[in-house]
């Protein structure tokens, strides 16, 4: 079971919970203003306006492809104070993706220890290598991380305290509005909750892939906040904290190949078998049919 993990300090804006509580904020209307998104209902988001530690509610006539993580830039139209918030109307001009500029502490990797890959299970000894296998092989041992997980809103005290659960249970009865209002809840305390950036994705997969693949490249892109660029190490599945973080990239992968971008799902791909020998979600069995080129079908694969 998965449970809220703890922090040392780090100031709200890092993390994405409470913000100031100020609502005398200087917004400029002449020119174009860039908002954090946190969170996003019908007609509003909830913001934090870039450079500031402000929280902005947002309103405009059409939030419907607005995605938690991503940074919007508006046009302003009007600025007013309302219940000790700060409220600003405009237009979207464009969003866009980057993670370095939410200010995001990076998630701790914990050190589990040395992966050999002569002690791997590769298949019975009469069986060839497969090809994917032979640079993984080939490499030789590396570390084995588990990622810090972030849950905002679990008991750590109530094993059965599980926000991910509760919005899932209301998925499968049919309630899609109560089941994003957890998980866009939990974007609002803390873009760090892969886990919601990753069912937000499931949740518009089946019908609006090119939303889905912006969810999950949220919480894939944050999660990369925490590997430098000579970070060779594996995060296996078998530690649980770093399924958020393999499901997004899983999910980022299966949006590519469905938008038929098939050589950046074919690298995702390999990447998660980089990062997971095991490959428990079956990464290993898509690679042949991307590089061929083939269509992704309906019911082929399966999100956990």
């Not at 939303?211 to 190490?233: C, K, M, Q, T, W």
């Amino acid at each position: 079971m998965r449970t809220a993990k703890q922090h040392g300090p780090v100031s709200p804006y890092e993390i994405g919970g409470e913000r100031t509580k100020d609502t005398v904020v200087a917004i400029n209307l002449a020119g174009p203003v860039e908002l954090i998104v946190f969170s996003v209902k019908q007609k509003t988001a909830r913001c934090l306006l870039r450079g500031s530690a402000h929280t902005v509610i947002f309103r405009t006539g059409r939030l419907w492809d607005v995605v938690p993580g991503e940074i919007a830039v508006v046009r302003p139209v009007k600025h007013w104070s309302y219940s000790r918030n700060s409220c600003l109307s405009g237009e979207i001009q464009s969003t866009r993706l980057d993670a370095q500029a939410l200010s995001l502490a990076p998630l701790k990797l914990e050190e589990r220890g040395m992966w050999d890959p002569s002690e791997h299970y590769w298949g019975e000894e009469d069986e060839p290598i497969e090809e994917w296998a032979k640079p993984l092989i080939a490499w030789g041992s590396r570390p084995q991380f588990e990622m810090e997980q972030v849950l905002p809103g679990a008991d750590a005290e109530d094993l059965f305290s599980d926000p991910i659960i509760e919005s899932n249970d209301r998925k499968d009865s049919g309630d899609i509005k109560g089941a994003n209002n957890i998980l866009m809840e939990l974007c609002r305390a803390d873009l760090r909750c892969l886990d919601a950036h990753a069912h937000l994705g499931n949740i518009a997969f089946d019908r609006r892939p090119e939303i889905a693949i912006r969810h999950y490249e949220v919480g894939f892109r944050i999660g990369e906040l925490s590997f430098g660029e000579s970070f060779d190490g594996l995060l296996p599945w078998g530690w649980i904290d770093n399924r958020p973080f393999l499901r997004c990239l899983s999910g980022f992968g299966l949006c590519l190949w469905r938008l038929g971008r098939f050589e950046e799902a074919a690298n995702i791909f390999k990447r998660m078998l980089w990062l997971n020998p095991s490959d428990n979600q079956g990464a290993r069995f898509l690679i042949d049919d991307v590089e061929a080129g083939l269509t992704w079908q309906c019911g082929g694969t399966e999100r956990e």
